[in-house]
């Protein structure tokens, strides 16, 4: 938007001369500005607009709420009142931050001084709506972190490794670790009873008369002792199978682990996809 005001000398002077009612609105008081403005007479011109803008606005459209800030302003800046005539300038800018000034009614000093605040208003604007943005990202970022869900892909073929790997999987480890201590003390007392019995008599076995029945017994005791860690064995994987989930969905609120670390760290929400499905990785920079 560019402002310009123009008005021949001859209808300044009759607009000044007019004696004003004393319940002027608002748009009679812009003309009457608009000529003291055009004389120099600043002063009216601040005594004249600022009652129509301070404490509220009275006039009826933007533009005129632009052009009356812009005419206090200029006139503060012409009396040497800057920091005045900067804070007329902002609310006009703030309006319409594209505003400019017409170099063929505005002289150079004022609109150097009115583009220095336009260019700083419209560094702040860009500022603000990063920060917005960033704002709104990382609340979007949180509330996904919040509700996040933890995918675990469980192959299928644990579940025939003995020793409770099927149940370790399947986050039990109770029986896991039941059928990790039975299935190792059934197999090591069954392959000890054996080794024994190799290093004692050879391979083949060729046991004395006098040593048969102890040999027997200890064969009887490996064959138990094989045929329970088989059994317990085969039990695991039975059970493995019974409770086993090809995935396992929790749900986690990785916003408090966020919270948690260290300032210079930095979470990084990616998305992923393979044949057939789609998600997201989280990944940590430091």
């Given amino acids: 938007m560019r402002l310009a005001i123009r008005a021949c000398p001859l209808a300044l002077v009759l607009v000044l ?5 004393a319940g002027a609105t608002p748009r009679e008081d812009l003309t009457a500005a608009r000529a003291a403005f055009q004389l120099g007479d600043f002063k009216e011109t601040i005594v004249l607009l600022t009652p129509n803008l301070y ?30 005539a900067a804070l007329e ?15 063929l009614f505005y002289s150079e000093d004022v609109r150097e001084f009115f583009d220095d605040k336009k260019r700083r208003i419209q560094e702040e604007l860009r500022a603000a709506e990063e920060q917005r943005k960033l704002a709104e990202q990382n609340e979007q970022l949180m509330a996904a972190l919040k509700n996040a ?7 299928y073929f ?20 039941f059928f990790l201590v039975s299935e190792v003390a059934l197999g090591g007392a069954s392959v000890s009873l ?29 064959i138990t002792t094989g045929g329970l860690f088989l059994a317990v064995a085969i039990w695991g994987v039975v059970d493995a199978l019974v409770h086993w989930e090809p995935t396992k ?38």
Avoid: C
């Fill in 17 to 21: 001369l007019m004696p004003r009612p």
């Fill in 55 to 84: 404490p509220d606005r009275r006039f009826g459209s933007p533009a005129e709420i632009i052009e009356a800030h812009v005419l206090v302003g200029v006139s503060y800046f012409k009396l040497g009142q800057r920091e005045r």
């Fill in 89 to 103: 300038f902002e609310e006009a800018l703030f309006i319409d931050s594209e505003l400019t000034l017409d170099p």
């Fill in 149 to 155: 869900r933890l995918v675990e892909r469980r192959p």
């Fill in 158 to 177: 644990i579940n025939f490794v003995p020793f409770g790997a099927g149940q370790f999987q399947n986050k039990q480890n109770t029986k896991g670790t």
């Fill in 194 to 222: 054996f080794a024994a019995q190799l290093i004692e008599f050879g391979f083949p076995l060729e046991v004395p008369e006098e040593d048969a029945s102890r040999v027997r017994a200890m064969q009887v005791a490996q």
């Fill in 249 to 286: 969905v929790t749900q986690i609120d990785l916003s408090k682990e966020l919270l948690r670390s260290e300032p210079e760290a930095s979470l990084r929400l990616v998305p992923t996809a393979g044949p057939g499905w789609a998600g997201a990785s989280l990944s940590f920079e430091f």
